[in-house]
């Protein structure tokens, strides 16, 4: 990515990126891939996040992942925010 390449010379920090728009939600191995590639030094995963509020965990362990529910995104209770589970340890 030619313009990843100039943003990284002209700019000395750490460079963010956000590969989930248009409704995608950005997996554990895109955001590596990105990573791998020296596109990114971090990817923003914030559906994922959301919806696995221990996803570090997940990702690190390889463990299924709860699916957003992006009917309840942006609206005005908790719900679809604050309720989804942490995973069961067996």
């Known amino acids: 990515m030619e313009l990843v390449q100039e943003l990284r010379r002209r700019f000395d920090g750490k460079l963010i990126v956000n590969s989930g728009f248009e409704g ?6 895109q955001a590596l891939q990105q990573i791998e590639a020296g596109h990114a030094d971090a990817v923003v995963v914030g559906r994922a996040l959301i919806a696995n509020p221990d996803l570090v ?26 309720d989804y589970p942490f995973r069961q340890l067996s």
Request: avoid cysteine; glycine fraction near 10%.
């Open 57 to 82: 965990e997940r990702w690190q362990g390889g463990h299924p992942e709860n699916e957003p529910r992006p009917e309840l995104f942006y609206s005005s209770v908790a719900e679809g925010y604050t």
């Open 24 to 29: 995608q939600q950005t997996t554990r191995e």
